[in-house]
């Protein structure tokens, strides 16, 4: 299993875990489901594994309802086993509702809303519309910061996901800007402080 599967099945397992500490859900139940996709994707089964996230996605909707934490990330499950299969435009109107739902659920300022506002400018910018997934990173990164501060890992993360953007537009300098503040930060939150 590639390392995106194994980030996600972990990131699933919090999510669940929280879930489930409210009490709705059984986290290993759906941590399995999750990472039955996730071992498809990865084995190269590749219908499977999209039919395996679908299926997931219905029946937390069905268990769940289309506004719960469990949901989404059923959501952001299948979404990213698309884009591992390079079904770019079935992803988006995945993300997209997630990304509506999570503004419903949350608020408008959420970190999860910028959360999805990052992984559907990754999707743009592997897309080929680096415009609209710049545009969507600074959405990201500015709800990032004002939500969880300048030096939050999440901010790192879109800072580097914004590099990758920048430097792929031949803006250099703009790139190598963003990807040292995002190594400060991940050394200012690993407690190494910042490399000389």
């Given at each position: 299993m590639g390392i995106r599967c194994r980030v996600w099945a972990l990131v699933a397992l919090i999510i669940v875990g929280r879930a489930a500490a409210q009490g709705v859900v059984d986290p290993m139940?759906?941590?399995a489901l999750f990472q039955r996709?996730?071992?498809?994707?990865g084995?190269?089964?590749h219908e499977e594994a999209v039919a395996e996230a679908r299926s997931t996605l219905q029946k937390s909707e069905k268990e769940n309802g289309a506004k719960h934490a469990v949901t989404l990330?059923?959501?952001n499950n299948l979404a990213d086993i698309l884009i591992m299969q390079g079904e770019f435009a079935d992803a988006e109107?995945?993300?997209q509702k997630a990304m509506e739902i999570a503004k419903e659920m949350y608020g408008p300022e959420h970190g999860e809303v910028a959360r999805y506002l990052n992984n559907l400018a990754g999707l743009r910018r592997k897309m080929g519309k680096p415009d609209e997934a710049e545009s969507l990173y600074a959405q990201s990164l500015a709800m990032m910061e004002k939500r969880l501060g300048r030096n939050h890992p999440d901010v790192a993360k879109t800072l580097e996901n914004l590099a990758v953007l920048l430097r792929a537009l031949d803006r250099n300098l703009e790139g190598d800007d963003c990807e040292a503040r995002a190594r400060a930060i991940r050394a200012r939150t690993s407690g190494?402080?910042?490399k000389k």
């Open positions: 139940e759906w941590q996709s996730l071992s498809l994707q084995a190269g089964r990330m059923c959501m109107p995945v993300y190494e402080g910042p």
